[in-house]
């Protein structure tokens, strides 16, 4: 029976970096991917998961060293972009749309997941990988010493032994499955895509000039777009081999799965919520390259990592949450760096357990505290102002904390892990509180946020402290990191205390000057009682500079163009 240093069943783009990573920093570890797919990935019509953001983009970029690859290979992305409701959603141009004007300073791709997946199995075989397609891993055994991975390859039972299990099998959830430790989710949304032969660009959708010419040329067809309204969103991504992606994802409670769940069914969806996107898209169905459903994607789970009996579930084979922000390579990165650092390790002669436990807490953690963006959120994707509030919250945090950690290297750092979670009143903890808190307020605040608004823009920079977030997550701090985060946080809680004061001056009326503590705030929309005065030192001080940005997203208060 052959022998491995770690035996990875699923070759996807998970399991695929994860090999390279590995390889990497011990080119002589012994790595066998064993992968279902029977031949090579197709263009285009092969996986979701085309657009990242900057934290899975780094990654990939810098850390599984494929930067060459996907500049020369795949496309650029010029940010996320988001088109809100309006009462004329025929017409693009009149909608609100939140989305960078110029290239935004830390790169990121748009992926064609077959022709990458493609090129990782070249990249990783040159390293010296052996990956085999055509083979489905059946049963895994876990013993003291070793353990054994039992799969059919071209239709053969083989077996083979191993020191590291890494399950990469995404949604067939391995060891999830064997070991029973998935967990309930309370986050529901169904999703249909498809691919399109030939390039679709937005910017085509409208004949008004000065709109066409607004952003950096482009800058739309490269962006992953978003039409948003109550219940749902469905998005445009360009792929590099001139293809394009459509999808539709929605919340069960507006959009019933059954009122989409077909290609048929979803044109005519279309046609009811995205008017325009139907009469562009339908004179296209000649073009449909496929379709595909998922319903209930969102999944949880209760283990990430075992360092005695030497296994970790990566990528999708751990959890996933929702696709709205591009964050599944986020997730395969760090759940990637936390298993190769154990694997690393554990073969160095380290004992990782207490380690694996540690990595494993912090992983579970954070997807427990990333579930509040999603969760009911549906609901106020027809708020504008709201919605777009939330989203450059949302993007400012990732920016200022995760991102920056991990290109830091903070993940694997037991000590500055210790720093930021162990005691309640650590950046950490009070990053969960903040982010919970805002997550709250936007939940009360959408059923009064009623107005419908056109003709708005706003770029994600166009927030002074938005801009000095995106151009910091490749920076490194070294041992300023913590110092870093610090002036993060205290900028946050400043943004959050003011856009709560803008909030509850439109909902209640309470004075625009009110003192706010960020970790206590309630709207209380129904209590028009002034709320009680907090203590002066919990209070988050105003500050002239985020007074502008928080100007900058706002839309109420101004007329509305005839
Ligand atoms: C609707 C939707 C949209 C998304 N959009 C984005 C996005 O825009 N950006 C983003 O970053 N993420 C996105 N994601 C998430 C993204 O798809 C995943 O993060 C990513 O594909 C997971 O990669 P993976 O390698 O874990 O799983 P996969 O890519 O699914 O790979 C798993 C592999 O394991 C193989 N396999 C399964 N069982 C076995 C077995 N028993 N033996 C051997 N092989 C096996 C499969 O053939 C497969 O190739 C989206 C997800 C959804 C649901």
Redesign the pocket.
Known sequence: MKHYDVII?????????LSIQLKLAKPDIKILV????KTV?ATAAH???????EL?SYYLREVVGIKDYLEKHELPKYGLRFFFKNNTKEDIASRVELGPRKWLYTPSHQ?D?GTL?NYLVQRTTELGTEVLLD????EVEFEKDKNTVH?KSKGENFSATCRWVAD???????LKRKFGFAKPMEHHAN???WRLKGVIDITDWSDNEAWKNYPEVKLRYLS?VHFLDKGYWV?V?PLVSKNTSI?I?ADPAVHPFDTFDTYEKSLEWLKVNEPLCYKMLEPETPNKMDF?I?KH?AHDSGRAYDGAQRWGC?????A?L??FY???????AMGNTWLSDLILRELNGEDVQFRAEIYEKTYLTLVESWIPIYQDKYLLMGNAQTMSSKILWDWAIYWAVPAVLFTNKAFTDLQMLKKLFSTPDSLGQKFRMLHNQMQQLFSDWGPHDNEIFSNKFVDPVDLKYMLEFQTAINQQHGDKLLEQIAKNMSILERAAAELFRRVSHEVKGTPLDMKVDPYTMRLDAENKMPPPEPDDAKCAPRDEAIIRDIDALWFYGEKQPA
């Open positions: 069943p699923g070759g996807g783009l998970a399991g695929l970096t064993l992968e279902r797919r990935a996986k979701v998961g085309e657009s990242t953001v899975g992926l997941r997946e083979s489905s891993v059946t799969y990469a099998t995404g949604r067939g959830s391995l999703a249909v895509w992953t998005w991504i999808g994802v595909k998922l994607y990566v990528g999708e084979a751990a996933f929702d696709p591009s964050p599944g390579t986020d997730f395969i």
